[in-house]
């Protein structure tokens, strides 16, 4: 079956400690995106990939950056970790940036000590 | 500030009857609306749209109804199963420029009583 797929499904890191989060699709879809939820909150956009176009939301810190290095798989990079960041990090995937719908994976939980 | 609310984070209905969930917006430039489901450990996934250009879309047990002038719209699932239980996610999009990316509200969590 097609679909998007997280790794790890739960990550602890230490304060400060770089991180890696994954993402792989076996849809071929263009765009890829990571979100960040917290605890009874929305999804938050964070940025997102149109092939390999990069675009930041405005409001991500600089403590975020992504790669994507081909069109199946895109990575989430946490520089210095803070408390605050611990949330569900969610990677979803579109065909196109406009009138199709998104397909997300199950999450990874990333807890920070 | 939100552009996207669900002001009822819990609602509890019985199997068999109706559930209705409502979702406000404030963002007059949104013309696409969806509704996700998320179980447990799972991602979200998508539910039923409906344009800005109709005022309701049915699928099924799930029909979503659009009001334009009040910025709001609801999720009805008729009858509702205990498989129904799960949060669920409004989301609203724009068109042109930027307006692409999709505005969630925080979800209401779904409890269907058998």
């Known amino acids: 079956d097609a679909m998007v797929i997280q790794n790890p499904r739960y990550q602890v890191t230490q304060f400060g400690k770089p991180v890696t989060l994954s993402c792989s699709q076996t849809?071929?879809?263009?765009?890829m995106y990571w979100y960040q939820q917290k605890s009874s909150q929305a999804p938050k956009l964070l940025f997102h990939?149109?092939?390999?176009?990069?675009?930041n939301e405005a409001d991500t810190p600089d403590n975020f950056q992504s790669r994507r290095p081909n069109t199946s798989f895109c990575f989430l990079d946490i520089r210095s970790p803070g408390l605050g960041d611990a949330a569900m990090y969610l990677c979803?995937?579109?065909?196109?940036?406009?009138?199709?719908?998104?397909?997300f994976g199950p999450g990874t939980r990333l807890t920070v000590l | 500030d939100q552009q996207v609310k669900q002001n009822s984070p819990s609602l509890s209905v019985q199997e068999g009857r109706i559930s209705i969930l409502n979702c406000d917006y404030t963002?007059?430039?949104?013309?696409?609306f969806l509704w996700y489901k998320k179980y447990p450990a799972e991602g979200p996934t998508f539910l039923i749209s409906i344009s800005s250009i109709k005022d309701k879309n049915e699928d099924g047990r799930f029909t979503v109804f659009l009001n334009k002038s009040a910025k709001h719209l609801s999720l009805h699932i008729v009858p509702s199963q205990p498989g129904d239980s799960a949060v669920y996610f409004c989301?609203?999009?724009?068109?042109?420029?930027?307006?692409?990316?999709?505005?969630f509200g925080k979800g209401t969590l779904l409890t269907v009583n058998p």
């Open positions: 990939y149109y092939d390999k176009d990069f675009n």
């Open positions: 849809l071929n879809h263009n765009v």
């Open positions: 963002n007059s430039m949104f013309d696409y």
């Open positions: 989301a609203a999009r724009g068109s042109g420029g930027s307006n692409y990316k999709l505005t």
């Open positions: 979803a995937t579109s065909r196109d940036i406009r009138r199709s719908s998104q397909y």
